[in-house]
């Protein structure tokens, strides 16, 4: 009796993990197929506040990310918690994620980066690894994020196999952007015809250890230009007033 009890529970425990895979599989495919990928190549700028808060709970908003889509390219600057969330559910198109910038370190803009990461990496099966922009510093944060979500990686490949998780673009790769001039906007991304530069703002204390002069903080504002004329953004992370900034000589 106990015997037939115990195969009993354990079919149903089998029946349920196999219902459960098959609708996380089910809401795959529909996040897939209802996804925005049209923006890529519509041949229009687009901005979208994927989220507009703070480092404090609120009921209303994520925290901060912004996501830029123009020329086939897909940018998300910064990655506040909850960005990877907010991004399917605006049915962004995740899977085609081209790189991250990171403005700087602050938990509030970095918190998402690991599930940014995973999301992408498995909605659009990407076989190389994200780039992950910003200032010196960046190389810890990636490497942190990588370490952490190694494991689940790993998982995520057993389980799906490489053709929907390829172990090469599991891990995200730093890309750390240096300034030349702290007079001058530094152009540090240039492809399809999306630009995007980088210039100096003053985020104290959120700066790298630096005699810079006003405790200046390398803090990423995106500009972008595009093929089509009086098509740009400007997109700050946080920074105080300043006189003469470098994006008036841009």
């Known amino acids: 009796m106990k015997k037939g009890i115990f195969l009993f529970m354990l079919l149903v425990m ?12 089910t809401g ?22 994927v989220g507009s808060g703070g480092p404090f709970p609120n009921t209303e908003r994520v925290s901060v990310s912004t996501a830029v889509i123009a020329g086939g390219e897909f940018i998300l600057v910064d990655t506040g918690p909850g960005t990877a969330r907010n991004a399917l559910l605006q049915n962004l198109p995740l899977g085609g994620l081209s790189a991250v910038f990171l403005t700087h370190f602050h ?48 998982y995520r490949t057993a389980h799906h196999g490489e053709d929907v998780a390829p172990t090469e673009g599991a891990k995200p790769v730093s890309k750390i952007i240096t300034i030349l001039n702290p007079e001058q906007a530094q152009l540090f991304f240039d492809r399809n015809g999306l630009k995007a530069y980088a210039f ?45 900034p470098p994006w008036q000589k841009l």
């Open 107 to 154: 938990s509030d803009h970095i918190a998402d980066l690991g599930e940014v990461n995973m999301f992408s990496w498995v909605q659009g099966n990407r076989g190389k690894r994200l780039e992950v922009f910003g200032p010196k510093g960046v190389e810890k944060v990636v490497k942190g994020y990588a370490l952490a979500y190694e494991l689940d990686s790993q």
């Open 14 to 25: 089998v029946l349920a993990l196999i219902s459960c895979e098959r609708m996380l599989e």
């Open 200 to 244: 100096q703002v003053n985020h104290f204390p959120a700066n790298p250890p630096t005699p810079w002069p006003n405790m200046l903080t390398m803090q990423i504002s995106l500009f972008v230009t595009l093929w089509m004329p009086k098509q740009s953004i400007w997109q700050a992370g946080s920074l105080r007033k300043t006189t003469s």
């Open 28 to 49: 795959l495919k529909k996040q897939l197929s209802q996804s925005r990928a049209d923006m890529l190549t519509d041949g229009n700028l687009h901005v979208v506040l």
